[in-house]
């Protein structure tokens, strides 16, 4: 027999093969492997070995981080948020009294998810400041962003708003009254109605594989995978971070269970790596569809920031009941410090996910607080690449 006709046999009947250094490694199904099978696989081990080290692609991961890049990315949303502030009179009224997020909302009717976004990058611009549980102007607002200044930049600010159109006006009637763009960019809306439209599911797959596959390259050497054999990647995209740790951990299988349309094109990215019979597509809709049971590790990155707190809540649920006892769950979220005014990268990051999603950038007290809810414990926070951390927690034996 061919070791082309041997491989296929050995796909056929499910035995999948691998390699650590110059060994063949195999896991089978009970009793299908045979001695007859392990002498056919001995007899052509360098022809074995040849083809599965040439089938698997290796990378090494990024030598610096992409903090940098998310800083220039993140910076489009400093003018119009600071043009929205002024149109919506948020230094005039913080000129008159320090207020808090509630009494901005409630006084300028306002959205307090909105408020508390906008307010995030102000201060990390320099332009409010937080003290004593309420917000204030700086001397540079007060300065060059009060109408009766006479040094007031109302002026630039008016064109802003006349030349950024309409990017300037979505964030505009956001901050009002909640009411998102209707763009090709839907999150919520895909999932919500459980289709996504191929095309923009290949552009989208393509945009979030871009930013994350190197923080996936990273999270392969950081994470902690003993004891994990069953690995789902939950709205993996992708399957960047799937595809990154099945190249360390050849012995672990895998899952990205996203939309339909989007798992045709992961099986894509799965099979460039030479991945196929490691990692595994599960289109469904992870509000609808039942989730895998008995799973060692669920992963979410970049995920939880696009929902509430009732669905994160949710997401969470499901994934306490899919971990086998002693499971654990793994956030890759970009995390705001508890003022909710840095790393400025991340809270104009919230201004994003205002625009595009029904979410924003949590603090770690807060996802440790929706973890908690879920039944979770020995919740573990750690800094990962570039701006991103690491909350992972366990499910009780």
Request: with cysteine; hydrophobic share 40%.
């Amino acid at each position: 027999m061919s070791v082309d006709k041997l491989l296929e046999k050995l796909l056929k009947l499910n035995i999948k093969l691998w390699v650590e250094g110059d060994q063949i490694r195999y896991r089978a199904p009970k009793d299908v492997i045979t001695p007859d099978l392990l002498n056919e696989i001995r007899q052509n081990k360098p022809e074995i070995l040849k083809i599965l080290k040439e089938g698997v692609q290796k990378i090494e991961p990024p030598s610096c981080d992409d903090q940098t890049l998310w800083n220039v990315y993140n910076s489009m949303y400093y003018l119009p948020a600071l043009a929205a502030a002024d149109e919506l009179g948020i230094f005039p009224f913080l000129d008159k009294k320090p207020s808090t997020v509630k009494d901005i909302s409630k006084s300028l009717n306002m959205l307090p998810r909105g408020v508390e976004a906008l307010l995030g990058v102000l201060t990390g611009l320099g332009f409010v400041q937080f003290n004593k549980n309420v917000y204030l102007n700086t001397t540079v607002s007060q300065t060059f962003l009060l109408p009766d200044s006479p040094y007031y930049w109302g002026g630039v600010l008016h064109n802003t708003r006349r030349t950024m159109l309409p990017f300037y006006r979505e964030l505009l009637l956001v901050l009002r009254n909640n009411k998102m763009r209707q763009n090709r960019f839907d999150l919520a809306n895909d999932w919500e109605s459980a289709t996504i439209d191929p095309e923009e599911a290949e552009w989208r797959t393509k945009f979030m594989h871009s930013h994350s596959f190197s923080a996936a390259m990273h999270l392969a050497q950081q994470l902690d995978m003993t004891g994990i054999k069953k690995f789902l990647d939950v709205a993996g995209g992708s399957g960047g971070f799937c595809i990154a740790l099945a190249m360390k951990y050849p012995d672990i299988n895998f899952t990205v269970m996203d939309l339909p349309p989007v798992c045709d094109i992961t099986a894509r990215y799965i099979a460039e790596y030479g991945l196929e019979a490691q990692i595994h597509t599960l289109p469904a809709d992870m509000f609808k569809s039942s989730w895998p049971d008995e799973c060692d590790a669920v992963f979410f990155s970049d995920i939880f920031h696009d929902w509430d707190d009732k669905t994160c809540l949710y997401l969470a649920h499901q994934s306490f009941k899919s971990l086998k006892p002693g499971g654990r769950i793994f956030l890759h979220e970009m995390l705001l410090d508890e003022t909710k005014d840095a790393p400025l990268a991340t809270a104009a990051y919230s201004l994003n996910m205002l625009l595009f999603t029904e979410g924003k950038q949590f603090t770690a007290k807060e996802l440790e607080a929706i973890l908690e809810k879920s039944g979770f414990t020995d919740i573990m926070i750690e800094p990962a690449y570039g701006y991103f951390s690491l909350i992972s927690a366990k499910k009780r034996l």
